[in-house]
């Protein structure tokens, strides 16, 4: 119960993080606002991107090493039953094992 509402947790995490990282502009995006472009078509503003998303993404990562610790531990930790466990023995023979046969001696 807790391991699939944990796993659900660390899946949102995981598309959280791919997008905070794909929202973030490159180190080369500030030449272009030196030559008119950049912080008219920002999405959060000329400075207000980088200090959010940079936050974002520090929470977001951290987050989701929490939950990939812990469910690392769940995974080591699981009290149950295993499939070799569930083996059955194998079932007896019907048959007597077959002697071996006396054959007559080897002449060359």
Same mark, same amino acid.
């Not at 899946?11 to 030559?35: H, N, R, Y």
């Not at 980088?50 to 080591?76: C, E, G, P, R």
């Given at each position: 119960?807790? !391991? /699939?509402? $944990?796993?659900?947790?660390?899946? @949102? =995490?995981?598309?959280a993080?791919?997008?905070?990282? #794909?929202?973030?502009?490159?180190?080369?995006?500030?030449?272009?606002?030196?030559?008119?472009?950049?912080?008219?078509?920002?999405?959060?503003?000329?400075?207000?991107? !980088? /200090?959010? $998303?940079?936050?974002?993404?520090? @929470? =977001?990562a951290i987050v989701?090493?929490l939950?990939? #610790?812990?469910?690392?531990?769940?995974?080591?930790?699981?009290?149950?039953?295993?499939?070799?466990?569930?083996?059955?023995?194998?079932?007896?023979?019907?048959?007597?094992?077959?002697?071996?046969?006396?054959?007559?001696?080897f002449?060359?």
């Amino acid at each position: 119960m807790i !391991s /699939t509402i $944990l796993i659900i947790i660390h899946v @949102i =995490v995981c598309m959280a993080l791919i997008m905070i990282v #794909l929202l973030q502009t490159g180190k080369g995006a500030d030449m272009g606002a030196a030559f008119g472009g950049g912080s008219s078509q920002t999405l959060f503003g000329s400075t207000g991107a !980088s /200090t959010f $998303l940079s936050k974002a993404t520090t @929470i =977001v990562a951290i987050v989701f090493m929490l939950t990939s #610790l812990w469910l690392a531990y769940i995974s080591s930790h699981r009290i149950g039953d295993s499939v070799v466990m569930e083996q059955k023995a194998p079932a007896e023979k019907q048959s007597t094992p077959a002697t071996p046969e006396k054959s007559a001696p080897f002449k060359p």
